[in-house]
């Protein structure tokens, strides 16, 4: 069927409005986007943050983020600042949330787009700077569940980190958003080699929710979940018997 085309009356009227219209009328605020790179190391969740080395929250630590630019998309202006801040390229982002409390920054009514990206610890040392400005912080979350709320972070002496803005919110977030999706998408596939064993995968879901779990129904119930397939290989060069290698199935895709 033939699409109807648009009144010319219509289009003039239009334009008519657009070429009169102020947007002074409303004040703008600020839109900028933060990027959570999250990763797991000997059991623990980990996020990169940066040293601020300017007011506002000057010496505290900040997810990498910035402002977006007017004629930018959400998804280019957080790839831009991820790379522009840590050197960072080619990560999957996932948009978390929108953050827009009217006082989380002082400078303006800022909102912020939060995104999050799960990284292999190895390809996260490769964008670590080797200086004081940027640092792994483990991610203390002290409520259970999926009930949310602020977590803490520590650095690598136990010493609680200062976060800037709603940062711990944010990691908040997240963290409660990965441990609602452990049961139904592949959580753990940016964190783990292609292969794996079942009990690198277990590590993994251990890590995020924060408690163990019990190992024959954990591996019954994964088994059952269609999300990996046996490789057929084992494991090499360990000092025990060699466990099945596992893999991610590919037609699983994120949630």
């Known amino acids: 069927m033939a699409k109807k085309k648009s009144k010319p009356g219509k289009q003039n ?3 008519e409005f657009l070429a009169t219209y102020d947007a002074s009328r409303y004040p703008h605020p600020s839109v900028s986007v933060d990027v959570a790179l999250i990763t797991a190391v000997d059991g623990v969740l980990k996020a990169l943050v940066l040293r601020r ?3 506002p929250a000057k010496g505290k630590w900040s997810l990498p983020g910035g402002f977006v630019g007017i004629h930018e998309s959400l998804e280019d202006a957080a790839s ?3 790379k522009s801040k840590t050197g960072a390229q080619g990560f999957f982002l996932e948009q978390l949330f929108t953050f827009g409390r009217p ?3 002082p400078r303006t009514r800022v909102i912020t787009i939060a995104y999050y990206a799960l990284v292999d610890p190895a390809k996260l040392d490769q964008v670590l700077r080797q200086d004081a ?6 991610l203390v979350v002290p409520w ?3 009930k949310g709320g602020a977590i803490e972070a520590v650095d690598s002496f136990g010493k609680k980190v200062k976060l800037a803005f709603d940062h711990a919110e944010i990691l908040g977030l997240v963290v409660k958003r990965l441990r609602g999706k452990l049961n139904y998408a592949p959580i753990g596939f940016e964190l783990l080699p292609d292969k794996f064993t079942l009990r690198q995968l277990q590590i993994i879901h251990e ?5 163990t779990k019990n190992k024959d129904s954990f591996r019954r119930r994964l088994l059952a979940s269609g999300l990996i397939t046996a490789t057929g290989e084992l494991e090499t060069a360990v000092g025990h018997r060699p466990a099945e290698l596992y893999r991610f199935k590919r037609k699983a895709t994120r949630k």
């Open 13 to 15: 009227a239009e334009q």
């Open 53 to 55: 080395e300017k007011q």
């Open 80 to 82: 831009r600042a991820l």
């Open 103 to 105: 006082d989380r920054d």
């Open 133 to 138: 400005l940027t640092q792994l912080v483990e």
């Open 144 to 146: 259970d569940g999926e």
């Open 207 to 211: 890590t995020i929710l924060g408690k």
